[in-house]
């Protein structure tokens, strides 16, 4: 299924998402006379396809399953993954922040399992592109299978390289590094964004912060943001409602930047 597949029922080919009511979610591709097997019964996909979205359906033991259309959140947090992923509520904030959409090349340094590699390739379109580079060939094979299973790879060039050694792009919309030193691949940064372009980062504690932000000085970057986002979940309960015992707080610190000819702000310094 196409992740911009909205057509009331489901068709043969399509993603689906089989959502028990209260279990976890199942993630199958509909094929004609395949069978969705769990320990809560079996359902012919035969009964699936050609359903609408929301329909419920019980399996063969009585077990109801609600089908439903996957979510870009959904598919990002159950994707298969060796390494920590970026937050729905992170990736959020980045594509608005960065300015992701229709048309746009953003150059990805740390392609990782994927996740954020998904959002940009759904959010740039067919006409688009995202260029993602990890030195690691274990961890691109996995974000390929992922990208491939939301048949959304054909949006992703992904690239075999380290950061140091720079990028070979150029006049690209936007740069986000995934890295755990940023700091130290900003004038590759510059050398691949166009003037205007748009910058982001994430990394975990205050001093890399510190850092990305002197290294983005030197290079003449400005407009200059720093971010943590928190998420509070409710318990959706009607007469008695109130927060979840946990909550998403910390997982990063964010960073944006716009690429300028000069920092404006040097204008001001010790005046």
Not at 35 to 42: A, D, M, P, S, Y
Not at 98 to 126: C, K, N, Q, R
């Amino acid at each position: 299924m196409s992740m911009n597949n909205y057509d009331a029922i489901s068709k043969a080919g399509d993603l689906v998402q089989m959502s028990g009511v209260r279990h976890k979610s199942h993630f199958i591709r509909l094929k004609p006379g395949a069978v969705f097997q769990t320990h809560r019964g079996e359902i012919n996909h035969d009964d699936l396809i050609g359903k609408p979205w929301g329909l419920k359906i019980l399996s063969h033991t009585g077990h109801p399953f609600f089908l439903m259309r996957p979510g870009l959140a959904e598919l990002i947090t159950e994707i298969k993954r060796n390494t920590q992923i970026i937050y729905p509520k992170d990736i959020g904030y980045i594509i608005v922040r960065m300015g992701i959409g229709p048309g746009v090349h953003v150059l990805e340094a740390g392609t990782g399992s994927g996740a954020l590699t998904t959002a940009f390739a759904f959010f740039v379109g067919d006409s688009g592109k995202v260029t993602s580079y990890d030195n690691r060939e274990q961890m691109q094979n996995l974000a390929r299978k992922n990208l491939e299973r939301v048949d959304l790879l054909s949006n992703v060039v992904l690239k075999s390289g380290d950061a140091g050694d720079g990028f070979e792009e150029r006049d690209v919309d936007a740069v986000f590094l995934d890295l755990p030193n940023p700091y130290d691949y900003i004038p590759q940064v510059k050398a691949s964004l166009k003037l205007g372009g748009f910058f982001g980062t994430i990394v975990p504690t205050t001093n890399q912060v510190s850092r990305i932000l002197a290294a983005l000085r030197a290079q003449s970057f400005s407009y200059v943001e720093v971010c943590e986002l928190m998420l509070r979940f409710y318990k959706p309960e009607w007469d008695r409602l109130r927060p979840t015992d946990r909550m998403v707080a910390h997982t990063g610190y964010l960073v944006f930047a716009r690429s300028v000819f000069e920092n404006p702000e040097d204008d001001f310094v010790d005046q």
